[in-house]
């Protein structure tokens, strides 16, 4: 899943990102509210945390902006303002989460989370799709109650895959959601990735999840 | 002492009730004395002159030719006529007469007297009046010396003869201690009433006082926003009213300003703190390699480092924006000053290469100021025009005089501000850009500072500002008085 910080704190921003990066997640970083907004608005991201006081355009005005676009992308606003009307107004504004500063980073891990579920419309924290079980909260996945170990990568491919089951993925779309910006599209590297996992998750069974079709991409399917 | 208002202006106002009512009550009483007792002498006085005449006439009667009475013929009894002895005569009648002679023997004496005697005092010299006690009553009394020539040559007397003729006068002085019983009692009543009146004059007048500070509770106890604008406040009060809105306003704004340091402080300092939270969680979510530990380290340390700078920072500014008193206002110079930060910031100055110019036309100046807080004023501004300076640039600085101020301009030739951005640049934590800032170690509070010690000191910071021509920061101090 790939989550776009926008954040002017460069150590904060720098932090959270390798963090996310380690829990498997895409992250890209705008540290002014400009560069936030068109980034919110060019890259395919699955989740947006956005400060409130940023240099040039503020949060509350790239939060409306967005939602007025269209982009329905979760948004959390992270923000040292914590007041009560500061939390309302940031809900109203059109955001799905408030967090305020200083945050504990578990905390921030669980809410972006519960936000990605509730966008896939998935209720538990754990998915299962036939006998393969993904449980997003400690990143165990099972098959027939035997684990499977995958890595960061291999993890959040499987869980994208799994929180977008029954739908046709693309190459493009994948990398765009498991890769952040910097990332080169014209790598087959996904490929490798849904080799890999295939092994781990398809090899030994008989009913096959992880589908191939040609010339549309990867489906996860029971 | 009594420490109500309401009961000393109400003792205060019976005290001087009292006295007046006494004198006026003292002077009615005693004039009215004074009527009574002379409508009695004149009436004795011209009752012991019909006997005198009386005697006359009886002793030109017994020696046609004699011009003094002899002891001898005095002893013969007077023929006082009925009709003016009568009210003498009768043993209950309370008019009494004596007639003796100088040396106090009685020549005759009235019948009402019975076996008692008036008084006698041998030297007489003329009509001398008395009260005193005659058988239990009071009797006013007069010792009528008789003038030998007759009643109307008193230049002349003869002492021979002392008429003494007296009346009991209770009757006539009742009408005294009548009065007198009246006056006591109107001044009891009149008291009586006055004092209630007074309490609840007192009451009335201290009324708006309770008033005004009902409504001074009012304000203190739900919101100092509010304030006193009791139409019930009586003119005299308003100025109190206003003082004290006046109080309330600089205890709101003292408030909030305190309210929104706080606020701001907890603000920055939560970024910060997040920064080490999360470097920490982070590090700790998995075994890593000693260079990856360094790392965070370096980083908590750094954000550390940043903190306690902004606390520093934020001390320094709570300090000069709450405490007016700290000021240890002197002469001092300002090349002095200005000198002693160009010193302090070559380092920096030198780093990014900028010339920092200053016209030494000989001019000194002199401000009132305070020598510790007016270079800390003067170090943010250059630290500013340092920081957001292009390489290579320059800063022109030039004193002037200007009426009551002087005014050091500060010049840069960096990277300006927008207009908009103008009026933030005194905002607590405002950066232009924050990012760039940081690097070069701005945190936002200089410039806060700056203004707060100015005005401290009262005066004021002026900015002008061109985008990439440069700032221009002009600082208005009043000049020492004697220049």
Redesign the interface.
């Given at each position: 899943m790939r989550i776009l910080i926008v954040e002017d704190e460069k150590p904060l921003a720098d932090i959270v990102k390798k963090g996310l990066e380690e829990e498997g997640y895409a992250v890209d970083i705008a540290y002014n509210g400009e560069d936030g907004f068109f980034m919110a608005e060019n890259e395919p991201s699955d989740l947006i945390i956005l400060d409130i006081m940023l240099p040039v355009i503020d949060g509350i005005t790239i939060l409306k902006r967005i939602r007025k676009a269209g982009i329905k992308t979760p948004v959390l606003m992270l923000t040292a303002k914590g007041t009560v009307m500061d939390k309302v107004s940031g809900l109203d504004s059109g955001a799905d989460d408030y967090l305020t500063k200083p945050f504990s980073f578990e905390e921030l891990l669980a809410r972006i989370r519960a936000l990605l579920r509730r966008d896939s419309g998935v209720k538990s924290s754990a998915i299962e799709i036939g006998d393969l079980l993904i449980d997003m909260a400690t990143h165990e996945v099972k098959r027939e109650g035997k684990t499977i170990l995958l890595s960061a990568k291999e993890y959040a491919l499987i869980e994208y895959m799994a929180l977008n089951k029954n739908r046709v993925l693309s190459r493009t779309n994948i990398s765009e959601h498991l890769y952040d910006h910097d990332f080169d599209l014209d790598s087959n590297v996904i490929d490798v990735f849904i080799n890999r996992i295939r092994k781990k998750v398809d090899r030994g069974f008989r009913k096959k999840l992880i589908h191939t079709l040609r010339g549309a991409g990867y489906m996860l399917k029971e | 002492m009594v420490s109500s208002i309401k009961v000393r202006i109400v003792l205060f106002y019976l005290a001087i009730l009292l006295v007046t009512l006494s004198v006026m009550g003292n002077i009615l009483y005693f004039s009215l004395h004074r009527i009574v007792y002379a409508f009695i002498d004149s009436s004795l006085l011209s009752r012991a002159k019909a006997l005198a005449t009386l005697i006359s006439e009886d002793i030109e009667d017994v020696s046609d030719d004699a011009t003094f009475i002899r002891e001898d013929e005095l002893e013969t009894e007077f023929n006082f006529s009925d009709e003016i002895m009568w009210e003498y005569s009768s043993p209950t009648s309370t008019n009494y007469f004596q007639i003796r002679r100088v040396d106090g023997t009685t020549i005759e004496k009235s019948a009402s007297l019975g076996d008692s005697e008036l008084p006698f005092y041998p030297v007489v010299h003329s009509a001398d009046f008395q009260t005193t006690f005659l058988k239990g009553r009071k009797v006013r009394l007069v010792n009528f010396p008789m003038p030998k020539e007759g009643v109307n040559e008193i230049k002349t007397p003869r002492y021979d003869i002392v008429i003494q003729c007296a009346e009991a006068i209770e009757e006539k002085t009742s009408i005294l201690s009548r009065f007198r019983m009246v006056l006591a009692v109107t001044v009891f009543f009149v008291v009586i009433f006055s004092a209630a009146g007074g309490f609840f004059i007192a009451k009335k007048a201290l009324e708006p006082i309770r008033n005004i500070s009902d409504a001074i509770d009012r304000v203190s106890e739900t919101n100092l926003s509010e304030r006193i604008a009791d139409k019930k406040i009586a003119d005299e009060l308003k100025r109190i009213a206003d003082s004290f809105n006046r109080v309330f306003s600089s205890l709101e704004m003292a408030f909030n300003r305190q309210r929104q340091f706080v606020s701001d402080a907890?603000?920055?300092l939560?970024?910060?703190?997040?920064?080490?939270?999360?470097?920490t969680?982070?590090s700790l979510?998995?075994e890593r390699e000693p260079g990856e530990y360094r790392a965070a380290l370096t980083?908590i340390l750094?954000?550390a480092g940043m903190m306690s700078l902004l606390i520093e920072k934020l001390m320094t500014l709570a300090r000069f924006s709450s405490d007016r008193l700290i000021l240890q206002m002197e002469e001092i110079s300002l090349n002095g000053i200005i000198d002693k930060t160009l010193k302090l910031l070559s380092p920096l100055a030198d780093e990014k290469r900028i010339l920092i110019t200053m016209p030494a036309d000989g001019s000194k100046y002199s401000v009132y100021g305070d020598s510790e807080a007016l270079p800390e004023a003067f170090v943010n501004i250059v630290d500013n025009a340092i920081k957001y300076n292009v390489p290579d640039g320059r800063i022109d600085i030039s004193i002037r005089k200007e009426g009551e101020f002087i005014i050091a301009e500060i010049a840069d030739t960096g990277i300006g501000i927008q207009e908009g951005e103008l009026e933030k640049v005194f905002d607590r934590f405002y950066?232009v850009?924050?990012?760039r800032s940081?690097a070069s170690g701005g945190i936002g509070l200089g410039l806060s500072i700056s203004r707060e010690i100015i005005r401290q000191h009262g005066g004021r910071i002026e900015i002008k500002s061109q985008i990439d021509k440069g700032t221009v920061v002009s600082v208005y101090l009043k000049g020492a008085k004697y220049e």
């Open positions: - | 907890s603000h920055e939560k970024t910060p703190l997040s920064v080490i939270i999360s470097q969680e982070v979510r998995k980083a750094n954000t950066r850009d924050k990012s940081r």
